[in-house]
């Protein structure tokens, strides 16, 4: 993979690879755009086959979260780190303390936050070598509450748009992965009546999905093709193709996970289907305002019932990116870009 003419294609600033032999820290610093402010992104902690699969994820994330701040109305930039390795094996005090300082070393242009595999405590030890974090114990925690609503939050939207009523009462609602955001999802819609239908990798995750909030199973190989009004994926990204989406039963797609379609034409697709995208990252920028705020007013005293209410302006955004694709006959997925890229100056 040319490293240059990948970052020329989804037009980053820098990249930066990291690497300690002592504690087997392989790492990608993927800075995308500054020109709102320094930029803000979650470490990604994946045991990546290969690192050219590595960089692919890391490029789309880090556009990604430019777009996410930008749309967010947060005067941030946008970022993104994964690190290669398993963390079952690597984690450990001075492991975080080698890649903070790596992060300390760009001067502020990067901060980092928690993504797949990384937690509060893990944010909190690189917290202790550098001061380019987010989402620290002390001050905003763990942001995966927050994306968990604003995904829900939209979710609602496009339900009001695309079934006629905001109220999720008795829809059925398929969720694919139930991590930290996926389950706290789930937690919303089952409060509100919706039927779930859920897969996770971990058995004692669904164990627990069907038990406490009297979700249906789904075989990993039936998710896609299952019924439902709305198809939350929750885990990982390049979910939708060209091909698999033909196979959907669904209405409405509003989940957390990031880069969930394998490229732009799928949004176009799904249009031309009458399938509702909302793109994921309009909906689930509640996590990057939990954090963002923190970045953008050190001095501001944390106040959950305001992050909140900011989060719920998630509602209002997603409808706006509704219009804009009505208005314009084109995609969601096109409005979004056009909406946050002219914020940004894309």
Request: include cysteine; aromatic fraction near 8%; charge should be negative.
């Amino acid at each position: 993979m040319n490293v240059l003419q990948e970052m020329s294609k989804y037009g980053h600033e820098q990249v930066v690879f990291i690497r300690d032999e002592k504690v087997g820290l392989n790492a990608i610093i993927a800075i995308h755009n500054t020109a709102l402010g320094p930029a803000l992104g979650g470490t990604r902690f994946w045991d990546y086959a290969t690192e050219e699969e590595a960089l692919f994820d890391v490029l789309r994330l880090s556009r990604g979260m430019t777009l996410k701040s930008a749309a967010a109305g947060l005067k941030l930039g946008g970022a993104k780190a994964v690190i290669i390795g398993d963390p079952k094996k690597l984690k450990s005090k001075e492991f975080f303390h080698v890649y903070g300082k790596f992060i300390d070393s760009l001067g502020g242009k990067y901060y980092t936050a928690e993504d797949v595999n990384m937690s509060a405590a893990d944010v909190e030890m690189i917290s202790e070598v550098t001061k380019y974090v987010s989402g620290t114990p002390a001050v905003s925690g763990n942001p995966a509450p927050f994306t968990a609503r604003g995904v829900y939050m939209g979710l609602k939207a496009g339900a009001s748009v695309k079934l006629g009523t905001d109220s999720l009462k008795n829809v059925t609602v398929a969720v694919q992965g139930l991590g930290n955001v996926g389950y706290a999802l789930c937690e919303h819609l089952h409060k509100e009546g919706a039927k779930l239908k859920v897969y996770d990798i971990n058995p004692a995750t669904m164990e627990k999905a069907l038990k406490e909030l009297g979700a249906t199973a789904v075989k990993p190989e039936e998710m896609l093709t299952t019924e439902c009004d709305i198809f939350a994926p929750c885990a990982m990204g390049a979910v939708f193709n060209k091909d698999n989406i033909k196979s959907l039963k669904c209405r409405l797609i509003s989940g957390a996970a990031n880069n969930v379609l394998m490229d732009a034409s799928v949004g176009d697709a799904l249009n031309d289907l009458n399938i509702l995208y909302l793109p994921d990252y309009i909906i689930n920028a509640g996590g990057v305002i939990n954090c963002g705020i923190e970045i953008e007013d050190p001095s501001w005293r944390y106040n959950v019932d305001e992050v909140n209410t900011r989060v719920d302006g998630i509602y209002n955004t997603t409808l706006k990116i509704i219009a804009l694709a009505k208005e314009k006959q084109i995609s969601t997925s096109k409005a979004a870009d056009e909406y946050a890229e002219g914020i940004y100056g894309g």
